[in-house]
């Protein structure tokens, strides 16, 4: 709904205070006036103590611009502009968040991870709107009844926090499809969780759980469950029959004997590795027709039936690590369509034959569903094998290595060169691009903030469709000189850098770039001619020691920059 509607018949400066105010320079004017008209905003890693005001009241406050001009174009009426949607405060040092997060209740998505969060404000309940929260790596201890009230929600992500218990009240989120729980101390999941009946994902890995309740199989949409890295002893066998699921996820227990699965018939991968199994009988396999992966690993196995050939579709079967002397049956099955991972005769039975894409972590179902390959967070000093053998004949569109400690670019990415558009490496300690990313010649999207960059190859302007590239936090001293010959780029992200100087006539070149981030650099001037750069609709300057253009014309935002700069090429 339009803020004129809202107001009509009143005057239309009653009961707003000006924009603007409480802001300081931790939010440039200008990403408050594009977020106007997006409805988003993004201020993740701007090392925020605190939300500034004038984003709680984004929605509220007549902004700067109408102060300055209250004569407005069509695309300039401030009281028609779309309310806030999107929300990105992730990656600061919040401790808290006030009760003026109900002033943006049209919020659909709010993501506030990687803080320093204790709790949530009652006001949260306000939020009626809201379908995805993102609170993850945080320090939250508890969360606040009010968040049942949050009936649209269908995303909620809260591990890494520091949560003992779930809230009364939780299965009122009736429409939640994606939770996330992992990472916290929950000792139990309490029997109402049951009534989630539109879960479909459900994460409790890394708890101290030390038992799932026999209510679970009411979960009738559940397709990936899991309980992996928890104290659990028994499965309920209930949980056999839940026809839905398709992944599951049960490592790291304490679980000594197996369920059947009568009514599992879409399982595709039953993750069982690191308990203390004893035993597998046929009556565990035959109803395990969809069955791709199973592990089996590190377990107390001292046989296998013979029936495990029967699974036709099992394409990866790991055995490793167990009390298995020899290789029985799998040896006469000349028709296999799977690999055996167990120690042969000469193997010891208790050497690890090789690692498994699960022991990496891989996702699996992120190759398979969302045509992502995520090997992020991990801490790795080298992508595994294992990770790009998972691929298999799949596509890949995605990749995020993100969160490591990569030096280099992984070599093997040269494999994925005819599919991938969107590459992700940021936060990891890269100093050079090799030519194995130059190679990637359908990219589009590449994310290499938080590195140790200072220059990038002649090599990149094979990238002949890379719309956006973010160099931000790295230690460029100058535009790299490749990407004013990428005539396709949109957006350039070059923040938080070292950069002394830009060439306006060779941007002014770049038809297509509308977005420049030199925030926090090291301008001392700003050449006129970037005047001329008309395409420009984002021209982010804030943070520099340049004296010109001065703030009060940085705030009324990038055309006025533009104008501004204009007016000062000699003639």
């Known amino acids: ?38 409805g988003q905003l993004n201020l993740s890693g701007r090392n925020l103590s605190e939300v500034p005001q004038c984003v709680w009241r984004i929605n509220v406050d007549i902004p700067e611009e109408a102060n300055q001009n209250l004569s407005f174009g069509a695309t300039e009426r401030w009281w028609e502009q ?60 508890i969360l606040p009844e009010e968040i049942t009230n949050l009936r649209n ?130 009556e565990h396999l035959k109803h395990l027709n969809s069955i791709l992966v199973l592990d089996l690993r590190d377990n107390k196995l001292k046989s296998v039936p013979d029936e495990i050939i029967l699974l036709r579709s099992l394409e990866r079967l790991d055995l490793s690590n167990n009390d298995i002397s020899r290789r029985k049956s799998f040896e006469n099955n000349s028709k296999r369509n799977y690999k055996y991972d167990g120690p042969s005769q000469s193997e010891s039975a208790t050497e690890t034959a090789m690692t498994l894409p699960s022991e990496s972590r891989v996702n699996i179902h992120a190759i398979i569903t969302l045509k992502i390959l995520d090997y992020s967070d991990k801490q790795a000093t080298l992508i595994p094998d294992e990770v790009f053998d998972a691929v298999k004949s799949n596509i890949v569109t995605s990749i995020n290595f993100s969160k490591n400690q990569l030096c280099e670019i992984p070599k093997r990415m040269v494999e994925l060169k005819e599919m991938v558009s969107d590459v992700d490496l940021s936060f990891n300690k890269l100093s050079f691009i090799s030519l194995e990313l130059c190679v990637l010649q359908k990219l589009t999207f590449l994310d290499l903030r938080n590195n140790f960059l200072n220059s990038l190859p002649e090599e990149m302007e094979s990238l002949v469709r890379l719309q956006t590239i973010n160099l931000s936090f790295n230690r460029f001293k100058m535009l790299p000189e490749v990407l004013y010959r990428i ?28 977005t420049l981030d030199l925030q926090n650099n090291d301008l001392l001037q700003i050449p006129p001619e970037l005047g001329n750069c008309v395409n420009l609709r984002t021209l982010l300057l804030d943070g520099n020691p340049f004296r010109v253009p001065r703030a009060a014309i940085l705030m009324k935002g990038t055309a006025a920059i533009l104008e501004y700069l204009r007016d000062r090429i000699p003639t």
């Open 1 to 38: 709904m339009s803020r004129l509607k809202r107001i009509a018949g009143q005057d239309l400066r009653a009961g707003f205070k000006a924009g603007g105010r409480d802001c300081g320079t931790s939010v440039p004017q200008g990403l408050l006036k594009a977020a106007r008209k997006s």
């Open 82 to 141: 779309t309310d806030l949607t999107k929300l990105i405060i992730s990656n600061n040092k919040l401790q808290s968040l006030t009760d003026d997060l109900r002033l943006l209740p049209a919020l659909t998505v709010l993501d506030i991870h990687d803080n320093q969060l204790t709790s949530l404000p009652s006001a949260i309940r306000e939020l009626e709107n809201l379908q995805k929260l993102n609170v993850s790596h945080n320090k939250l201890k």
């Open 153 to 282: 929600l269908k995303c909620l992500y809260l591990q890494h926090n520091e949560l003992t218990c779930i809230s009364e009240g939780f299965e009122q989120l009736s429409n939640l499809e994606d939770l996330d729980l992992s990472n916290n101390h929950l000792t139990t999941v309490p029997a109402s969780f049951s009534s989630l009946s539109s879960l479909v994902r459900l994460n409790l890995s890394s708890n101290e759980l030390k038992s799932l309740p026999a209510e679970i199989n009411r979960m009738k949409r559940l397709k990936h469950l899991d309980c992996n890295s928890n104290l659990l002893e028994t499965i309920p066998p209930e949980l056999a029959g839940m026809e839905s699921l398709e992944l599951l996820y049960l490592r790291r227990n304490k679980l000594r004997f197996l369920p059947e699965f009568p009514s599992c018939s879409l399982l595709k991968e039953l993750h069982v590795g690191e308990n203390q199994i004893e035993m597998l009988e046929a």
């Open 487 to 514: 005539f396709t780029l949109e957006t350039i992200l070059i923040s938080n850098n070292q950069v002394g100087s830009v060439d306006p006539q060779k941007m002014k070149m770049m038809e297509n770039l509308t």
